[in-house]
């Protein structure tokens, strides 16, 4: 059983920051990969931010330069640092962990992020 619990979501104003939070906690020991997935209104689920515990990361490109993934190995936590929010960032954001790259295995519950003009 792995267990992902995240924190940080809210509303804010176009261009203004919001960080991520993501505990993972339970059977985890080979799980090597979190990450970020975000789902829009009437979008698909997709990618924003992965990371590996080595520090290989990988972003969505429409996030290069303004969201940065972080993680603490000590404490099974990953943080997505979002600058200069767009209203089309706007969606519910997933914490994911896996043992690979863009294959999410377990997810957490979500977290809102909206964003006005």
């Known amino acids: 059983q792995v267990q992902l619990v995240e924190s940080g979501g809210g509303l804010v104003q176009a261009g203004e920051s919001l960080r991520l939070s993501c505990a993972a906690s339970g059977s985890i020991f080979s799980l090597n990969v979190m990450g970020w997935y975000r789902q829009g209104p009437g979008k698909q689920r997709q990618l924003v931010a992965e990371r590996t515990s080595s520090g290989f990361t990988n972003y969505a490109n429409s996030v290069k330069g303004r969201f940065t993934i972080s993680r603490d190995n000590a404490k099974n936590t990953v943080y997505l640092q979002m600058n200069s929010l767009k209203p089309e960032d706007t969606a519910v954001y997933y914490c994911?962990?896996?043992?690979?790259?863009?294959?999410?295995?377990?997810w957490g519950q979500g977290t809102q992020v909206t964003v006005s003009s």
């Open positions: 994911t962990i896996s043992n690979g790259l863009n294959s999410p295995r377990d």
